[in-house]
């Protein structure tokens, strides 16, 4: 069994910056984070296998976002620069248990956080 907890989100202005957190128990393959607008359909921004440290970005947030994570602390984070308001939206940590975890298959994912909101106000 997998639990994650995320923590990090908030407002911030166009430009800014925010770094999300994702504390996790449990064997996972792979971890990546998502994110929903309202209205809008469940999107992959960042994915990491925990084991390689490899990385996958969505063309979105590349060069902008960083996913890192620390094993000591088996905690994830996306560190989150020059924020713009198309970024708003309630970001999900994720966790598979397989090599099957694109970013454009959250079914991939088992297990998932409750979200934290992400504002950006231009």
């Known amino acids: 069994q997998v639990q994650l907890v995320e923590s990090g989100g908030g407002s911030v202005q166009a430009g800014g910056s925010l770094r999300l957190s994702c504390a996790a128990s449990g064997y996972r393959y792979c971890m990546a984070w998502f994110r929903q607008a309202p209205g809008k359909e469940r999107e992959g921004v960042a994915r990491i296998y925990t084991g390689s440290g490899n990385t996958r970005y969505a063309d979105s947030v590349k060069g902008r976002f960083t996913i890192s994570q620390d094993d000591a ?50």
């Open 73 to 122: 602390k088996n905690t994830m984070y996306l560190q989150m620069n020059s924020l713009k308001p198309e970024d708003t939206a309630r970001y999900y940590c994720a966790a598979a248990t397989s090599s099957l975890c694109g970013l454009a298959t959250p079914a991939a994912y088992r297990y998932w956080g409750q979200g934290t909101q992400v504002t950006v106000s231009s």
